[in-house]
Each structure stands twice: as structure tokens, then as C-alpha cells.
């Protein structure tokens, strides 16, 4: 008797300390679900309009998030670069809707139009994050801002002033530069349209979610092939895999350029559900909240998986709705919650990274004790 007393009392000794480490390893996650469900409380909104929003925003967001994770793998940390993912899928957006292409046939000459685009954008990206390895991170920011201005002149005078582009609807009316709000009539719902459950004030794309499906499917696949290998062990330490015979610097490269094709697909479906292009700002934010989205789901500059990613997609913009909720009920003023949205956009991703270095020193200092 004495001595099941005696092991019921050490596995409750050994249960206290595997929940504080399950706890740290999971704060980021863990914190973020307590603020949605305090925010959900405060805002007291409707189950089912929570529920339609978060999926409807999972539906955009999802392939944008996934984007990130191959470039984590690699090591090249998270890639703000995808932005320029984004200016490719756009690009190509203002090609089919100036050739009045529509419907998922219009979605589809986007999607494969953007490919090669991207490909170009991913392998400069690429190339420019191998001469600045340790800082690819800073690197890629820098580098979206420096492609946004690319991009703005592309579309403001290099259409129409050097490119002849001729089209009222989308062209401003001097007929150089193309309008700031673009309406995608044509291709707007062509990929959430395909197959749709609509029951009250929920809608559910089942179309997008299988394609995000196959999407994240097949990204576990690559992970797990010869390539995926040689990913990962340049990932885990350059050196090594440079004396194994693996090309680091093409890894790297191949790394961003496949980050970057997701990203415009990505991006495509996050515009045609929304159906308007906001020519000039559709894509800044892009980086931003795919990267806030993965901390939240507990990854880091080292380590993301899909799972990581849909449950920080979750939170993310489960606290992005709830946010501004939750500031207009406490308040009374629907200002008030605009100024909680911009403080969830912008300080989650400080919070995040401060909580997963404090992660870190917990980590570090419980295998010192052990």
C-alpha cells in the first residue's frame, strides 16, 4: 500500500513540472487565447458572427501564413520578403483585369501568371539575403520597402507613360498610372464560389479550404523529400551541410522562391474574396500579419509548422475582430476600437518575440538545473 502511495505521489510530482514546461513552451499561444476569450466576454458578440468572421478571415489568410514556413526551415527566419509575393500576384491581377479575363478560369491565368513572376522576385530576394546571411530577417523588410517603390512607379507612370495601356476603367484619367481602388467584378468569390456552405450568417468556402489543404499537403510532402532534407540541414547549421556536398546558397535560394510563389497565391485568394485591390497598399501589411499570425501559434525564427500556423491564424484574427469589439463596448466610441486594432497589428509582434526570448532564458535555464 505503502509503496503505490509512494508512486501515485511521484507521478503528481513529475505531472506539476510537466505542466509549467508544457506551459512555457506554449506561453505565446496560451496568452493570446486568454486575451480572445477576455475580449470575446467584454464584446459580447454573437457565437455564430465570431465563428464566420474567424473562418472567412482563415479562408484569406491561411496560404499567406504557410508561405513563411519554408524559409524557417531553411533558416533564412521570417521572410518579411513575402510582400514582394504579394506586388507579383497583384501584378498579375491588373494583367487579367485589364484583358477582362473572369471567373476561376480568370483566377487560374492569375495564379499562373504570377508563377514566373515570383520566381524572378524570389531568386533577387534570394540572392541578396545569401550576402547578408545572419541578418536576413531586417534584410527582407528593407528589401519589400525598397521593392514597394519599385512597384509604385511601375504603376503610376511606367503604364501608360512608357508601357500604352489603354483602359478607362482602370486607368486614371490623365491615362498614365492606374487607379488607387481597382474592382475585381470578375474575379471576385472565383475561388470561394467554386464549392460554398452558407447556413445564416455563416459562410464557408470549402473550395479555398481544400485548396489551402492540398496546399499545406504539399508542403508537408517537399519537407519530407530529398529536397526537404537538404532544406532542413542547411536550416540546422550551414557548415555542416556545405561539408555534406549540399549547394547552401542554392537551398537558400530555392527556400525564398517557393516562400514567394505561395505567397502570391496567397495573395490572390485573400483578393479575389475581398474583391477590391487597393492598388497601392493591398500588399504593405502583408508581411506584418503573416508574421504576427505564426508567432502567435508558438513558432519561432527557428521552428514553425502548419499547425502552428493555423492555430496562430486563428488567434490572430479571432483577437483582430474581437479587438475592436471589446474597445467600442468599454468605451463607447467606435474610434476607440480602430486605435485597438492598429495596437493589435502593430505590438503583437514585439510581444510575441518578447515572450518567446523570455521563453528562451526559461528553457535555457531549466536545462541548466537539469
Known amino acids: 500500500m505503502k509503496n503505490a502511495e509512494i508512486k501515485t505521489q511521484q507521478k503528481r510530482m513529475q505531472f506539476m513540472p510537466d505542466i509549467k514546461k508544457g506551459l512555457i513552451r506554449n506561453i505565446v499561444p496560451v496568452v493570446f487565447a486568454v486575451l480572445c476569450i477576455i475580449g470575446a466576454c467584454i464584446a459580447q458578440a454573437r457565437p455564430l458572427f465570431l465563428l464566420s468572421s474567424v473562418t472567412i478571415r482563415m479562408a484569406r489568410n491561411l496560404l499567406l501564413v504557410f508561405s513563411l514556413i519554408i524559409p524557417v526551415v531553411t533558416g533564412l527566419g521570417l521572410n518579411f520578403g513575402i510582400v514582394l509575393g504579394a506586388m507579383a500576384a ?22 499562373l501568371l504570377s508563377v514566373p513572376l ?40 511606367v503604364l501608360g507613360g512608357i508601357i500604352p495601356m489603354v483602359n478607362k476603367t482602370i486607368m486614371l484619367p490623365s491615362g498614365i498610372g492606374i487607379k488607387n481602388t ?46 526537404g532534407q537538404e532544406l532542413r540541414c542547411v536550416g540546422q547549421d550551414m557548415n555542416i551541410a556545405e561539408a555534406s556536398g549540399i549547394d547552401v546558397d542554392k537551398m537558400r535560394i530555392t527556400a525564398v522562391i517557393l516562400s514567394t510563389i505561395l505567397a502570391a497565391w496567397g495573395q490572390l485568394i485573400h483578393l479575389q474574396n475581398i474583391g477590391i485591390l487597393q492598388t497601392y497598399g493591398s500588399h504593405e501589411q502583408v508581411g506584418l500579419f503573416a508574421v504576427a499570425s505564426i508567432l502567435i501559434g508558438g513558432a519561432t525564427v527557428t521552428k514553425a509548422t502548419i499547425g502552428q500556423a493555423i492555430l496562430g491564424t486563428f488567434l490572430f484574427h479571432s483577437l483582430f475582430i474581437i479587438s475592436p469589439m471589446a474597445g467600442q463596448k468599454l468605451v463607447g466610441e467606435p474610434q476607440v476600437g480602430e486605435y485597438f486594432r492598429a495596437f493589435v497589428a502593430y505590438g503583437v509582434i514585439g510581444l510575441s518575440l518578447g515572450l518567446h526570448a523570455w521563453q528562451k532564458q526559461q528553457a535555457a535555464r531549466n536545462k541548466f538545473e537539469e
Open 90 to 111: 497583384q501584378i498579375a491581377l491588373v494583367a487579367v483585369t485589364h484583358w477582362e479575363i473572369t471567373g476561376i478560369s480568370g483566377f487560374i491565368v492569375t495564379a
Open 118 to 157: 515570383s520566381i524572378f522576385f524570389g531568386w533577387l530576394t534570394g540572392r541578396i539575403l545569401n550576402r547578408a546571411k545572419g541578418n536576413e530577417m531586417i534584410t527582407s523588410m528593407m528589401l519589400g520597402f525598397f521593392a514597394n517603390g519599385l512597384y509604385q512607379l511601375l504603376f503610376l507612370f
Open 182 to 227: 481597382v474592382a475585381l467584378r470578375g474575379l471576385k468569390y472565383a475561388l470561394d464560389n467554386v464549392i460554398k456552405i452558407e447556413y445564416d450568417d455563416l459562410i464557408i468556402p470549402i473550395f479555398t479550404f481544400i485548396v489551402i489543404a492540398v496546399m499545406a499537403l504539399a508542403i508537408k510532402f517537399l519537407l519530407q523529400t530529398k529536397l
